[in-house]
């Protein structure tokens, strides 16, 4: 299989990859490359795939070992790798209309958070329900020199439970079990975390889950917090993907956050999630 890869952003940060079919079993050299390639641009998009959910999970499985979520009403019966983020439910699941409609990185919140997400597209609205990605490598070269010392050895406190409260305002969701709160723990990591494979440094923190600074007074903390992620939200650091059913999206959590943008609910929009397991922040 070869691989090629186009450009989708003036920055290296988003690429198209051609010439892969991933219904297929992918051989050693090709998962070698597209390792590469993430580690290169943090987001791979691949258009055109026509995938099942054994074939999405024997792909992601290439990259790691899989993640299962904590709020198991959201997996699919029989794929519980799978996250369903499907506005009409999908096979018994709870439906989702509101997820990731604020700048997150997927599952910050453990103490060893995944390594990427895999995101597959089978329905969507014509309008809408794009997903907003932030360079958070640019963001972090982009900052002031007094800015980088400030923060380069700071760490930050992560948690789901205030975040998940706050999207099931209004009854939408049900609270976390004492089960699931036990999974999850607040953590710590830093602020500035490195790419072990190539070095490269990412600002670490989001607007999700990301609680307060370690070791600062909260107003000051919360400023931080603040500056830090209207930063990583500029214009100059966003890709917008539009998607088109078969499309799947593979990025790197360590190196991007994201946001999901809103849409008019009378249509279907049914996604699906695999996530990769990651190794502690560095
Ligand atoms: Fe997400």
């Known amino acids: 299989m070869t691989i090629s890869t186009k450009p989708m952003t003036t920055t290296r940060f988003v690429v198209e990859v051609e010439g892969i079919d991933l219904s297929k079993p992918v051989d050693g050299a090709t998962v070698a490359a597209l390792r590469k390639e993430i580690n290169e641009h ?7 795939q026509s995938i099942d959910n054994d ?9 790691g070992d899989l993640e299962i979520h904590t709020v198991k009403q959201y997996l699919l019966p029989d794929y519980p790798e799978i996250i369903a983020l499907a506005n009409r439910g ?6 989702i209309d509101n997820g990731g409609a604020y700048w997150h990185t997927d599952i910050s919140y453990k103490a060893k958070p995944p390594m990427g997400s895999l995101l ?4 969507v609205p014509p309008e809408g329900g794009d997903t907003m990605f932030a360079d958070m490598y640019a963001a972090y070269d982009a900052l002031d020199d007094d800015m980088k010392a400030r923060i380069d050895d700071l760490r930050a406190v992560h948690g789901y439970e205030a975040r998940f409260t706050k999207m099931g305002e209004g009854g939408k969701r049900p609270k976390l079990s004492a089960e699931q709160l036990a ?6 990591h830093p ?41 990583a939200m500029q214009p100059d650091f966003v890709y917008s993907h539009h998607w088109r059913v078969g499309d ?16 008019d609910t009378s249509y279907a929009r049914t996604m699906h999630r695999t996530t990769i397991q990651g190794d502690m922040p560095i």
């Open 42 to 48: 943090s987001i791979l998009v691949f258009r055109g």
């Open 55 to 63: 074939q999405h999970v024997a792909f992601s499985r290439n990259f």
């Open 90 to 95: 999908e096979n018994g699941t709870t439906p």
């Open 120 to 123: 597959y597209s089978l329905e």
């Open 183 to 188: 999974e999850v723990p607040d953590v710590s």
């Open 191 to 231: 602020v500035v975390r490195i790419n072990p494979e190539t070095g490269r440094k990412a600002l670490y923190v989001n607007e999700g889950f990301t609680l307060s600074i370690e070791g600062l007074p909260m107003d000051e903390s919360r400023d931080l917090l603040d500056t830090l992620n209207a930063h």
């Open 248 to 263: 799947l999206v593979f990025w790197d959590n360590r190196a991007v956050m994201h946001c999901a943008t809103g849409y």
